[in-house]
């Protein structure tokens, strides 16, 4: 190889290396569409809840999420998400959750995202309708296929249940 062989292999690699960087991070319009996609994911979950669709409201968990929430130990792995969402739906027939807001961090590379929100959640105990505030805080990552899941989520609750 000449030395002339050997600039222009150099500066092909730096243009390599400059185009590979470059995409490797998402473009303020990539991370605005992963943003929508996530809070179209979570309102689909939130349906899911609401209708007491265990099916729904767990679609998009990844087969390995850990759950942690307030008042029951961690879950490890889909099963375990799915029975103790399963006893709720069971234990508080009426329970509902509402938005009250959202945010959505994606990371640079658009490969995962963190969904934070608060909601309202609202039942009936022993005939007197309840509510409470409570935040949401979930992790997305990208899986092989592009589609987004919940590597782990926490609820926690921000105030005690009271009368509505």
Known sequence: ??????????????????LVAQNAHASPASKAQIEQEIKSIVSSIVAGINDHDLNRATQFDSDDIV??????????GLEEEREGLGQTFHYAPNWRIYLVDENVDVADSG???????????ESINDGVPMTNKVNFIAEFR?????SFKVIWSVVSSIEKPHKK
Do not use: D, K, L
């Not at 759950?67 to 490890?76: A, D, F, K, V």
């Open 67 to 76: 759950s942690m929430e307030s008042g029951r130990p961690t879950s490890h």
């Open 111 to 121: 490969e995962m995202a963190i969904y934070r929100s608060t909601y309202n959640s």
């Open 1 to 18: 190889m000449t030395g002339r062989q050997e600039i222009q292999a150099v500066i092909f690699a730096g243009f390599f290396a400059i």
């Open 142 to 146: 990208r899986q092989p296929n592009g």
